[in-house]
């Protein structure tokens, strides 16, 4: 039965760069006639793309080096919707990143030369466990499909106390609060100038 249900993808993107942000908020919905729906959310409302900023200066360009935290923190959440069924249906929701395209010099006599996204890493805060499949902290792998959480959306329980009543869609378990804080290592001299890199992140339910 699983099998026969379409696939829904959700995809939102995060800058991370020296300038300021903004953000991505994405729902997708099949044909199905049972009406599944999923909705993505990475950083801050509104329609454009959030940039989490990094700024070295100082001896930190070289001289002392010393991991450097960017801002700002960005949210995520992932909110898989479902109908209400006599039968339980496993719809499995997986969160993928892509972070395989390394940042690139924009300015300040850089060249050609890039950044992989390997360099930054992440702490996760108003999280589950891992055991929950929610997002823990980690780093960037530079792939282009690292998967950061995967859990089943068939955990559900009714939106509204008249639900089973009134034939209401009941609210599928969900990726909600999370927040990432970036740290880029800052442990190899690359040339002084501006880089930016685009990470893709991509929620599915199958």
Known sequence: MDKALPRLLAAAALAVAVPPVQAVFTIVTDNDPLNYSLTLRVGTAGATVDTVAFSITGANVGLTPAPVTGTPSIGISVAPTRPMLGTAISRPVTLVVDSSTALACQSGGCGSATIPFSK??????????????DIQSGRFTASASQTIASYNANASFCTGILCPALGWT????????????????????????????????TASMV
Do not use: E
């Open 120 to 133: 930054i890493s992440w702490v996760a805060t108003g999280n589950d466990t891992a055991a929950s499949g």
């Open 170 to 201: 009941f609210q599928s378990r969900q990726l909600t609060g999370t927040v990432l804080q970036f740290t880029y290592d800052n442990d190899v001299v690359y040339p002084g100038g501006n880089y930016k890199g685009t990470v893709r992140f």
